[in-house]
């Protein structure tokens, strides 16, 4: 049988284990929750960005002469856009 002193000290070392253990989870688990936090603020900020980006864009094609630019946009229409860009160029 061992001793009470090696009990004492292996049960010591299995406890402070234990709550080494649950320090180090709760600290790793706070790190990770601020980078997510982190992570989902720079996301909002690209969105609204990104939003801003569209708006001005709209604003501006409604601005100019009626001549859509964007290849992607139903009401593209190629001979405006060549025509506009002729009497840009003279």
Excluded: C
């Excluded at 649950?22 to 900020?45: G, P, V």
């Excluded at 690209?46 to 801003?52: E, F, M, S, T």
């Excluded at 630019?69 to 229409?77: A, I, N, S, V």
């Amino acid at each position: 049988m061992a001793s009470s002193t090696v009990n004492v000290v292996r049960y010591t070392a299995l406890f402070t284990g234990v709550f080494y253990g649950i320090y180090h989870r709760r600290s790793l688990q706070k790190a990770h929750d601020h980078e997510k936090e982190q992570h989902a603020i720079h996301h909002r900020e690209q969105l609204i960005v990104q939003a801003k980006q569209a708006w001005h864009q709209k604003q501006a094609s409604a601005k100019g002469d009626g001549v859509v630019t964007d290849p992607e946009d139903p009401r593209f229409d190629l001979e405006k856009l060549i025509a506009k860009w002729e009497k840009e160029s003279l």
